[in-house]
């Protein structure tokens, strides 16, 4: 067990963990927009698995300067490698693959639907309990979502592949925090981020050895703009923001964490309004207000707050009567 991690998270504020949080959902936010500009220039899955390895050898450097690497242990390896396997591979190659086929605007609204589906798998795999509040959560960023996708006026026909794609993406990547959730309380979790990282692009690389032969290829002429749009995006938003989402999930919990993810898409949608020259339909309003009220619902950040006050109005009581 890491104890030198367990100290380290009780000696941080809640309030710099709450900036902390703030500024990574701005990178994530605008993640989105650098990765959908990535993936109109360089074959999608090749300059996933390049940006994806560059994170996680970010991740090792980091480590290694504050002196936090060590081995993982066999139940350790399992776990992570499982958990690369569907944070990484799966979720970075249908985001890749869906941002490459969908508008950046809707693939960042559809990426705040995971904390809900994070809540519904940590009710059938990690016994949480399903309330009446979380399952209103629940429908409501299904219905924010189907606003979304169905925006072309074209029915079920008009759904885009892309979208699909990045909403698979979100369930892998909810699938992994499940996993995740199993092993971070021995290992510091951004140790586990490096790792997950390093073996996802590794796998990820040979997939597009065989998907995209002309990959190698389409990275070789771009321009100096692009080289450091995808630096910034590996390092800032790949390594120090899973980094730091990661270590603050163990400060505060992961309903209160999971909150701050809706505003990523926000930002998603103010980076393709002013990036991208992206219109926003109405539709898409609609359905980013569904999301954010279903994920503050669904993710048991809102009863978390409810018991937090509750909590708070008895201390005070208690000083109270006691003076």
Same mark, same amino acid.
């Given at each position: 067990m890491d104890i030198?991690?367990?100290?380290?998270?009780?000696?941080?504020?809640?309030?710099?963990?709450?900036?902390?949080?703030?500024?990574?959902?701005?990178?994530?936010?605008?993640?989105?927009?650098?990765?959908?500009?990535l993936v109109t220039n360089f074959m999608p899955v090749t300059m996933t698995a390049f940006r994806i390895f560059l994170g996680g050898v970010s991740v090792f450097i980091i480590l290694s300067i504050i002196k936090k690497v060590r081995m993982l242990t066999k139940k350790e390896f399992i776990y992570v490698f499982i958990?690369?396997?569907?944070?990484?591979?799966?979720?970075?190659?249908?985001?890749?693959?869906?941002?490459?086929?969908?508008?950046?605007?809707?693939?960042?609204?559809i990426l705040g639907l995971g904390p809900i589906l994070t809540a519904v798998l940590a009710v059938l795999f990690l016994g949480s309990t399903m309330t009446v509040i979380r399952a209103v959560g629940f429908l409501l960023g299904i219905t924010g979502v189907?606003?979304?996708v169905l925006q072309s006026g074209g029915g079920f026909h008009g759904i885009a592949s892309g979208d699909?794609?990045?909403?698979l993406s979100v369930l892998s990547q909810a699938i992994s925090f499940v996993l995740i959730a199993k092993v971070s309380k021995t290992l510091d979790p951004r140790l586990m981020t490096g790792y997950m990282l390093v073996m996802g692009s590794?796998?990820?690389?040979?997939?597009?050895?065989?998907?995209?032969?002309?990959?190698?290829a389409s990275m070789q002429n771009a321009s100096i703009g692009l080289w450091a749009l995808f630096f910034a995006s590996a390092v800032i938003a790949t390594a120090l923001?899973?980094?730091?989402?990661? !270590?603050?999930?163990? +400060?505060?919990? &992961? *309903?209160?964490?999971?909150? /701050?993810?809706?505003?990523?898409?926000?930002?998603? $949608?103010?980076?393709s309004v002013i !990036?991208?020259?992206? +219109?926003?339909? &109405? *539709?898409?309003l609609?359905? /980013?207000?569904?999301?954010?009220?279903?994920?503050? $619902?669904?993710?048991?950040?809102?009863?978390?707050?409810?018991?937090?006050?509750?909590?708070n109005q008895q201390m005070n009581m208690k000083k109270k009567y006691t003076v």
């Open positions: 030198a991690y367990l100290k380290e998270v009780k000696q941080v504020k809640q309030k710099q963990i709450y900036l902390i949080l703030f500024c990574v959902m701005i990178s994530w936010g605008l993640n989105v927009i650098a990765t959908k500009i958990g690369g396997l569907f944070n990484v591979v799966v979720h970075h190659y249908f985001l890749a693959v869906g941002l490459s086929e969908t508008s950046a605007s809707n693939g960042g609204l189907g606003c979304i699909v794609s990045v909403f590794v796998i990820l690389f040979f997939i597009s050895l065989a998907l995209e032969p002309e990959g190698l923001g899973h980094m730091l989402y990661n !270590f603050s999930m163990g +400060k505060v919990g &992961a *309903a209160e964490a999971s909150i /701050f993810i809706n505003l990523s898409p926000f930002f998603s $949608l103010i980076g !990036f991208l020259k992206e +219109k926003i339909a &109405a *539709a898409q609609i359905g /980013f207000v569904f999301i954010l009220i279903g994920v503050v $619902l669904g993710s048991g950040g809102f009863e978390e707050l409810i018991r937090k006050r509750k909590r």
